[in-house]
């Protein structure tokens, strides 16, 4: 049982270029969701899912694009990377009616130059 | 006003200290209380969840929620180089525990 896993763990971008991180997690979990984690500013979410085929907005959605099209898997596209988008980008999931347990994956690090 | 505000720290304390990490949060919704702890490049993972007010213990660590102060707090006993992590605390609300409101972090350094 792999649980969450993400790929890559570090990419440098350049400014203007596009990169899908990718999030899977075979626990069979309805729940998905991608954060970004910046230094001092805690986890800000940036897409969420409910289900395959489901998808909604967080809290800092610009400049990114999600899909769901399997229960597994919950990409995270960024199209025209910008410096703003340098963070560390984690995905967790959880199961339905377990609304406390986030199972977070290891995170991808990402620069933007 | 953020809606949940955190110490951010760092917090240095000596092997076998007390330790008091804490949160205040503003929206009066809140039910579901959590505290995840987070290692040094890798992903949070959940220590604590307690439902509406009171204390619950787990080992060494205790978490507190007091509604009436819009306040929680998690208290490790004993602290051991291994509890150096950054602590999260995240809130959820009844009828849309679809997300949750994460804190910033307090950064715990446990020195031998």
């Known amino acids: 049982n792999a649980g969450v896993t993400q790929t890559p763990k570090f990419r440098i971008l350049k400014i203007g270029q596009s990169m899908t991180l990718q999030c899977a997690q075979d626990m069979n979990h309805n729940y998905m969701y991608w954060y970004r984690q910046d230094p001092g500013m805690g986890l800000k979410l940036i897409y969420y899912s409910v289900g395959a085929g489901i998808t909604d907005k967080g809290e800092v959605p610009n400049g990114y694009n999600v899909s769901r099209s399997t229960t597994e898997d919950f990409p995270l596209r960024l199209e025209l990377a910008a410096p703003s988008q340098t963070s560390v980008y984690f995905c967790?999931?959880?199961?339905?009616?377990?609304?406390?347990?986030?199972?977070f994956g290891p995170g991808t690090r990402l620069l933007v130059l | 006003q953020k809606e949940v505000e955190q110490d951010p720290g760092p917090l240095s304390v000596p092997e076998g200290a007390i330790v008091s990490l804490n949160c205040t949060y503003s929206n009066s919704a809140f039910q579901y209380f959590m505290w995840y702890r987070q290692y040094s490049r890798k992903g949070p993972e959940l220590l604590m969840y307690?439902?509406?007010?009171g204390n619950k213990e787990d080992g060494r660590f205790t978490a507190q929620v007091d509604k009436s102060s819009k306040y929680i707090s998690l208290f490790i006993r004993d602290s051991q180089p291994s509890d150096s992590a950054t602590y999260l605390c995240?809130?959820?609300?009844?009828?849309?525990?679809?997300?949750?409101?994460f804190g910033t972090g307090t950064r715990l350094q446990v020195f031998p």
């Open positions: 995240a809130m959820s609300w009844p009828y849309n525990t679809d997300k949750l409101i």
């Open positions: 307690t439902y509406s007010s």
């Open positions: 967790a999931s959880r199961r339905t009616g377990a609304e406390e347990t986030q199972y």
